[in-house]
């Protein structure tokens, strides 16, 4: 997908076009936009304004605008060369990814990023995307920051070493995407979700193969599904519990928007009994605090699990298998469920996050003021 920008233009005329006629606003204008923005020559008020703009047309319902949107923001990104000693890409094999937009209001354990972990100590190839928390207590990168991971050391010219050697990279936003810096501190002064954090999971710059991505909102899912098929993504599954959560709910129905190898998008709706695990309510799968979360994390890797735990294990079985199934690992997401489950049980979880923590404090180019926790 390519956006013809016919003139480089500056935000505010990009801006006074939009306000004096907002039927005008098109790809291209918002190409535009984010183009000034990168370039750094917009003001405070002007990105303020642009992100309001957006907002009030309402472009996060329009799947151009939003594949528009997402693909000059990975053309901002930097990419990291996934190539290895020479080798091409394809020595790697298939990458995936499970991440969600967040802001769904669930404040619910971290299952993506728990998933994630798992699916690579099955075998996969991951490439997590992620970042610290904005709407939760609790972020991806917060978690495995506070289980000992320096994610910040992290850098495009690494990842291709851990994935693999490790089958698991976290691809820290901040790191990954600098010419965003001027709109996340705008985004964060601002008191509503803008356009942009529905980005997120769409512009992970390693463009994994095969992907779940959770939203939070069903009206938001086939709009999604559209816009990354548009950016020619294929066996990507968008998905949204029925209680717009932005992950397969272990509480019931989860809607499914899945774009087959043929561009064709696939809609339909999953359960917890189709994994052969049992439903949950969410309250029992609520996430907490930075610690709460860590020694829940710690119990489940461990395998020492309370009574307060199965909820969420059964949570994180259900997604994890779900990534399984889209990966082509299962041929069904029970068979996902049941990989996930011996996965976790069998120590391979708790050994890969171990090792990866480590090597994050030991990687080429690291600073030398960092030290592992003790």
């Not at 500056?10 to 535009?32: E, F, N, R, W």
Request: aromatic share 6%; with cysteine; glycine share 8%.
């Amino acid at each position: 997908m390519t956006i013809i920008v016919e003139e480089e233009r500056h935000l505010k005329d990009i801006l006074k076009q939009i306000v004096l006629d907002p039927k005008c606003l098109t790809p291209a204008h918002v190409v535009g936009g984010i183009r000034s923005i990168v370039r750094g020559e917009a003001s405070d008020a002007q990105i303020g304004g642009f992100l309001i703009a957006l907002k009030l047309r309402r472009i996060d319902s329009d799947p151009e605008m939003v594949a528009a949107m997402a693909q000059e923001t990975l053309l901002g990104a930097t990419v990291p060369d996934i190539g290895l000693d020479g080798k091409p890409r394809e020595e790697i094999g298939m990458i995936v990814d499970i991440v969600g937009t967040g802001g769904d209001g669930w404040n619910t354990f971290n299952i993506s990023t728990t998933s994630s972990l798992i699916a690579a100590a099955t075998g996969l190839t991951v490439a997590k995307h992620g970042s610290r928390a904005f709407s939760s207590n609790c972020g991806s990168a917060d978690l495995l920051e506070g289980m000992g991971c320096n994610l910040s050391a992290i850098l495009p010219v690494h990842v291709a070493r851990f994935l693999k050697e490790y089958r698991y990279c976290f691809i820290l936003a901040n790191n990954f995407h600098p010419s965003m810096h001027y709109v996340k501190m705008m985004c964060n002064e601002l008191a509503f979700p803008t356009p942009f954090k529905v980005l997120g999971p769409m512009i992970n710059p390693v463009v994994p193969h095969r992907a779940v991505i959770g939203v939070n909102s069903k009206t938001l899912g086939p709009v999604m599904a559209e816009a990354l098929r548009i950016m020619g993504r294929r066996n990507y599954a968008v998905v949204c519990g029925d209680e717009n959560l932005d992950e397969i709910s272990i509480a019931g129905d989860t809607h499914v928007w899945h774009i087959q190898e043929s561009g064709e998008i696939k809609s339909y709706t999953i359960h917890p009994r189709d994994f052969g695990v049992p439903a949950h309510p969410l309250s029992e799968a609520a996430g907490a605090t930075l610690e709460d979360n860590k020694a829940t994390l710690h119990r489940l890797v461990s395998n020492v699990l309370e009574e307060r735990d199965i909820a969420v294990r059964d949570f994180v079985l259900i997604n994890t298998g779900f990534l399984l199934y889209v990966a082509g690992t299962a041929s069904s997401m029970e068979e996902g469920a049941t990989i996930a489950r011996q996965t976790l049980e069998s120590g391979k979880v708790k050994m890969l996050l171990e090792n990866f923590a480590k090597a994050s404090y030991t990687i080429t180019c690291m600073c030398e003021s960092s030290q592992p926790p003790s």
